[in-house]
């Protein structure tokens, strides 16, 4: 458990692949239905390896829904989703859906709060076999992997302070910096800026570009300002289906999307 500072750009298990291209997740006419009504409405979506995207819509546009398909917690009445171009989604178990790379994030964060920060982080560390790791002797690469994700998550001085006293702001990022352990192909992050003051929704904003540097990541958020300031690419969803889909500055000025989505978020 040694804190060895070495700069982030040079661990390779946390710097994917330069050659990675293609489609990182697609689905094809997802319908899911509750008591009649459809949460999904022949959904099509696709996203880039390597893509920072984002996903905003109004309350029931499917959002939620919308991640519970993707990480196989849902089964759509119809539709095809398939992962990194050979994972069939829909025939796969949760779990086994984590080994091979898709890490979510939900909305409260979910720490050991009786350990430290650095014991999170290397707990997180065999999650992906679907082990914990305070169950075993670490990896000898764990200490340097660890260091990385405190350095990027920016909890270096947190390191041994339980997560229990943590910050709301503080908890969010070690719990991307556990996903981060696990080494995600493709990192689901849903509001991750919830209840957080100025100073900590732009450190995430920053931590999120940074993550995207080196997996595929997806965020659903409420937060427009936050949406504005740090997405490049949107999707806008509505009644279970894609609105329309663009850069930030175009969809913000669409007027379906002023009118659905927007308009109602100013309370007009």
Not at 173 to 178: A, D, N, Q, R, S
């Amino acid at each position: 458990m040694t804190i060895v500072a070495e700069p982030i750009i040079n661990s390779p298990r946390l710097t994917p692949s330069a050659s990675a291209t293609g489609k990182i997740i697609e689905a094809h006419d997802v319908t899911v239905s509750f008591d009649g009504f459809k949460a999904l409405n022949n959904l099509n979506f696709a996203m880039e390896r390597g893509e920072l995207r984002f996903v905003i819509g109004p309350n029931g546009a499917g959002k939620t829904t919308f991640l519970d398909v993707m990480t196989g917690k849902t089964r759509p009445q119809r539709g095809t989703v398939t992962f990194d171009a050979k994972t069939n989604v829909l025939r796969t178990a949760e779990h086994e859906l984590v080994r091979r790379g898709i890490g979510r994030k939900f909305q409260t964060p979910t720490v050991f709060n009786s350990l430290t920060v650095y014991e999170n982080l290397e707990a997180a560390a065999g999650f992906r076999d679907g082990t914990l790791g305070l169950f075993k002797d670490p990896a000898p690469e764990t200490d340097d992997k660890v260091n990385s994700v405190l350095e990027l998550v920016g909890l270096w001085e947190r390191a041994f302070v339980r997560a229990g006293i943590l910050s709301h702001g503080e908890k969010q990022w070690l719990e991307i910096g556990m996903l981060l352990m696990q080494e995600p192909k493709l990192l689901l992050l849903d509001e991750p800026v919830a209840g957080m003051t100025r100073r900590e929704r732009d450190h995430t904003g920053e931590l999120v570009q940074e993550v995207a540097k080196r997996c595929s990541v997806l965020v659903v958020e409420h937060d427009m300002e936050f949406v504005r300031n740090y997405a490049n690419t949107v999707t806008v969803l509505h009644l279970g289906s894609v609105l329309t889909e663009g850069p930030v500055a175009q969809v913000q000025s669409d007027p379906e999307v002023i009118e659905v989505y927007i308009g109602r978020s100013r309370g007009e």
